[in-house]
């Protein structure tokens, strides 16, 4: 039978996303050769960012900044204005301080002040129709998991538009969109209970007849072709990429999910693939922490966890607001 009890789903999946974020600052920018030599084994500190153990980065301020607005309901400004925030107040950082921002974050969250200022973000947003190839970074997939549970039970057609408006907050593209639909649809059938493998097969399908039904362009279709139209568990590590470039993490994340049977593999195999080793371990860390559970992730990577209990709150806070 199914497991479909959601208690707690809502801090598993943060606290998945932040340990998964955590254990990969310290390795950001090396390179899969050099992780080979000298893996990602455990929670440890300094490295690249100089950071202490169990500091999370801006994947999880900013999926925080998400969780935290719609314990309020579901605002676009007041997402915006977390967002601005963080970037300038340091509001749900690890420590205080912002240590890694994206270009294009950094560029599209100006431009949300600029157009709270003069009342509201609509206009910026009507723009993602129109918006380039360079905003397909995996800025937006990195912190969209909170948005799993208010688009429960909407059609596919309603959550689209609601994760392109979220999305393009920051990466306005709709390939950037389509990649967090793909992600958070494999989230939604966790929640309901699936396994591994059927939650992947059944978003698959899911995804094809939206593509058919919404007439989803035949050239951003190719995009997705290695996770939605092939079965990406048939691609060998080396075939996989791990940079900043949206597909790439969506690719290497789902890849880790289905390939390795626990969180810890799951995350430390995102890791150990090199380069943008935060950001592959947040989104890995989402999916496995959603699928598997606080209580199976390592105890002391959980008790290491920068602002552990502030977390835990977030997600009890976010889980009432939705159960209320």
Known sequence: ????????????????????????????????????????????????????????????????????????????????????????????????????IGMTTSKSISSLEHHLEKGSIRQYLDQKTSANENTNGNGSLMRIIPLLFYMKGKTIQEQFEIIWDVSALTHGHIRAAMSCLIYLKLCEFILEGENRLDAYQKTRIVIEKFWADSDFHKMEQYHFERCIQN????????????????????????????????????????????????????????????????????????ESLVKKDAIIDLGQRLESSFSA
């Open 231 to 302: 079965d990406i568990r048939h691609l060998n590590e080396e075939d996989l990429n791990s940079g900043g470039y949206v597909i790439d993490s969506l690719e290497a994340s789902i890849w880790c999910f289905l390939r390795y049977n626990s969180y810890e593999k799951a995350v430390l195999g995102a890791i150990n693939l090199g380069h943008d080793t935060d950001t592959t371990g947040a989104i890995s860390g989402g999916l496995a922490g959603l699928f598997y559970g606080t209580e199976k992730m390592p105890e002391k990577w959980v």
């Open 1 to 100: 039978m199914k497991e479909k009890n959601n208690s707690h789903k809502i801090v598993d999946a943060l606290l998945g996303v932040a340990i998964g974020d955590a254990l990969g600052v310290p390795f950001e920018f090396r390179s899969r050769e050099q992780l080979k030599e000298n893996p990602c084994r455990d929670m440890v500190g300094f490295g690249s960012h100089n950071q202490a153990p169990g500091t999370w980065s801006d994947d999880s301020s900013l999926t925080f900044c998400l969780a935290e607005s719609l314990t309020k309901g579901y605002d676009l400004n007041d997402i915006a204005k977390k967002f601005i925030l963080w970037r300038k107040l340091a509001y749900w950082t690890a420590h205080e301080n912002v240590f890694d």
